[in-house]
T-cell receptor, first 113, second 113 residues
Framework: QQQVKQSPQSLIVQKGGISIINCAYE??????FPWYQQFPGKGPALLIA?????SEKKEGRFTISFNKSAKQFSLHIMDSQPGDSATYFC????????????FGEGTQLTVNP | EPEVTQTPSHQVTQMGQEVILRCVPI?????FYWYRQILGQKVEFLVS????????KSEIFDDQFSVERPDGSNFTLKIRSTKLEDSAMYFC???????????FGPGTRLLVL
């Protein structure tokens, strides 16, 4: 029940295309859903995050869509660029767990020029 | 921009040896975390630390693990008797407040032979 499932495992997109990564969770107590971006040799860095009181959050080219009833959330990267090539992790946490982040399996995104 | 730093970047040790992984969190942050990532797998929570005590620990964080904030700047993870399966990338993270953004360090790659 603590798991967060992420798909796809890998994704190849052409420059200018839309990248879509999906996550699903079971535990309805989760109340914070961040996405992290990780480049090789670096630690994960927060990209964008959402709480369940809104269905969508947009920051620049990055949008999170959140479906509370389906217990799913997704990351959309518009106008994908080669510099977006990285591993993306969704995560979730709940207020009662001391901010412990539960991560998805990760998606390796490659944006071809 | 302030960042979390970790030392060493790589550590090789023999099975059964003790290792100490060091982290310097961002200076005004109050919450500290350790996560690990076994090669090719998801990032997993180990422990969170606040006000000089453990807030929460995962089932991975058994008696072989301990954390300490020995002074005002460092945060350490000790593994008393390493096992082969402890080989992983260990990430330290810190946050300013409860359920606020966690900033990750670059990681320490631990290899147990």
């Amino acid at each position: 029940q603590q798991q967060v499932k992420q798909s796809p495992q890998s994704l190849i997109v052409q420059k200018g295309g839309i990248s879509i990564i999906n996550c699903a969770y079971e535990n309805t107590a989760f109340d914070y859903f961040p996405w992290y971006q990780q480049f090789p040799g670096k630690g994960p860095a927060l990209l964008i995050a959402i709480r369940p009181d809104v269905s969508e959050k947009k920051e620049g080219r990055f949008t999170i869509s959140f479906n509370k009833s389906a217990k799913q959330f997704s990351l959309h990267i518009m106008d994908s660029q080669p510099g977006d090539s990285a591993t993306y992790f969704c995560a979730a946490s709940k207020e009662t767990s001391g901010s412990r982040l539960t991560f998805g399996e990760g998606t390796q995104l490659t944006v071809n020029p | 921009e302030p960042e979390v730093t970790q030392t060493p970047s790589h550590q090789v040790t023999q099975m059964g040896q003790e290792v100490i992984l060091r982290c310097v969190p961002i200076s005004n942050h109050l919450y500290f975390y350790w996560y690990r990532q076994i090669l090719g797998q998801k990032v997993e929570f180990l422990v969170s630390f606040y006000n000089n005590e453990i807030s929460e620990k995962s089932e991975i964080f058994d008696d072989q693990f301990s954390v300490e904030r020995p002074d005002g700047s460092n945060f350490t993870l000790k593994i008393r008797s390493t096992k082969l399966e402890d080989s992983a990338m260990y990430f330290c993270a810190s946050s300013q407040g409860f359920e606020e953004t966690q900033y990750f360090g670059p990681g320490t790659r631990l290899l147990v032979l």
